[in-house]
């Protein structure tokens, strides 16, 4: 009889089932599981009992599980192995960066996008050179970010932060200048020598005087550095400036017989030409621009651009009713209205918004003055940072630019009011310049400070040494021969400083000086605390 081929299959799993138990429970089957089947063996495995195997044929002919294992999570070494390659340093995306952006704009790309692209190269200029290893890819970088800040600053003059732009251009010159580096020093140098250049050729100075400035500066670096990177084209522009100076056109001389045409007095007060000529003052000059005239509820703005201060500063003239204007004889009286805080603080009010409130300008006849600062004023000059030099500021540039505008012809009389700061300001600036101002104002001011620990005097005053010069008891003293020929100080009331007004009036009686005092009463430490009209009138006094 002839078996199908199930019934086959079916006995041949039983027999293997029962000769190979490892079959059954689904092992592997190894040489250890395989045993010659001796009579010896077959006793010893009928001793053991058996299992109950209630598994079915189905059960054992079931489909193997081949799902897939799951991978085992990776270590960070493992992590670190895959992905290194894909990993850029800081340096290296900084340098990508500023490949792309110092490719060749579209033409047609529009100012506030060329301003932004400079922006970002003088940035990443400024991180690279923070981050690059070597001294040479540190200087290239400095190099590269004072280059950007230049264009930025030459094709933007107008621009509202070219000042600080101009500022951050000096600072990293120096800094690149400090380096340990070849042409180090040269490099820095020739950026020195071109943002002094630009200030120089914005400045309001006639053609000539500002070509020999030029000239000089020139002079100054091709001396200094002979075989510098960028001394080609210095000489360059140095040559170029003499043959524009050669071809100049001569000024004609003026013929005989014929009477040149008066010309009218250009100023802001438009007088009459009196029959008084001025006495010329000696004042510091320094380049600056004066520019951007508004007029606005009969206040004349400026804004003002110069080297001595870090940003662009204002400039603020109010005039009187021309019928209030004194006579062509006698003196304009120019009243400066000194701030206490930077420009934008005014967490003690206004001075100059108070004398117009209260129309002191058309009841004295005034022409009354306010500049602005960048810094906290203490109207003195820093050591060392150029553009925080309040003092000839005031010198060198407000008082210029008064005289200028005002005109020749008249005699002036600078008068100062302040106080606290800007009290102290004005006693310092009538003891060291008594031939430029005629008479000063403080109301509450701490004349008597002996260091510079307090009050923000270290951003003018850095060190004691510093200070010193400005100790204002031993400077009262120091004049005194000079204050006693008239009198030129009116020290008024209090409200924090009352003991320092005090000592400062017991020391100026002391020593026979005359002035005006008053103690009290106390008011409010803020322009708007009511004392103002009172020192107004002690100026008018003085001055009149």
Known sequence: MRLSNINFLAISVILATQLFPAFASGRTLSNKNIHSCDATEDKASAKKPKKNNSKTIKDHLRKPDISPKKPAKPTAKDIKEKLLPHFKTREQLIRERLAKLLQKPDPKISNASVKYRLDQIIKDARLLAHEAPSPKTKLTSLSLQMQTLYVRISRFPTDEKVDQYLFALRA????????????????????????????????????????????????????????????????????????????????????????????????????????????TINLPKIPYTLDNKTEKDGIIRYHITSPVQSGRTTLRILLPDKDKLPHPDKPRRILYVLPVEATGKPDWGDGFKVVKKLNLHNKFGLIVVAPSFSQLPWYANHPSRLSVRQESYILGVIVPAIERLIGPNFKKRHLLLGFSKSGWGACHLILKYPNVFYAAAAW?????????????????????????????????????????????????????????????????????????????????????????????????????
């Not at 100049?248 to 010309?263: D, R, W």
């Not at 007095?265 to 006495?279: D, L, Q």
């Not at 002996?450 to 010069?469: C, E, L, R, S, W």
């Not at 009116?490 to 005092?517: S, V």
Request: hydrophobic letters at 35%.
């Open 172 to 279: 990293t010159a120096r800094r690149t200048k400090a380096m340990r580096q070849d042409n180090a020093a040269a490099i820095g140098d020739f950026w020195l020598l071109s943002a002094d250049l630009f200030d120089i050729n914005r400045a309001d100075l006639p053609l000539p005087e500002r070509r020999r400035q030029m000239r000089q500066l020139m002079t100054q670096y091709l001396n200094t550095h002979r075989d510098g990177p960028a001394t080609p084209a210095v000489q360059a522009a140095f040559l170029k400036l003499l043959r524009d100076d050669k071809n100049a056109k001569p000024i004609k001389p003026k013929t005989p017989g014929k009477k040149p045409k008066p010309k009218k007095p250009s100023n802001i007060t438009n007088p009459k030409k009196p029959n008084v000529k001025a006495p």
């Open 444 to 544: 509450d001011a701490p004349l008597m400070v002996q260091d510079p620990n307090k009050y923000g005097m270290k951003i003018v005053f850095p060190t004691q040494k510093h200070f010193a010069p400005y100790y204002l008891p031993k400077r009262f003293v120091a004049s005194a021969d000079m204050l006693k020929k008239r009198n030129r100080i009116a020290l008024l009331g209090y409200d924090n400083f009352q003991t320092e007004m005090k000592q400062a009036h017991n020391l100026l009686k002391k020593h026979n000086i005359p002035h005006i005092y008053s103690d009290g009463p106390k008011r409010k430490h803020h322009w708007e605390g009511g004392w103002v009209t009172d020192a107004v009138n002690a100026l008018h006094q003085l001055s009149k």
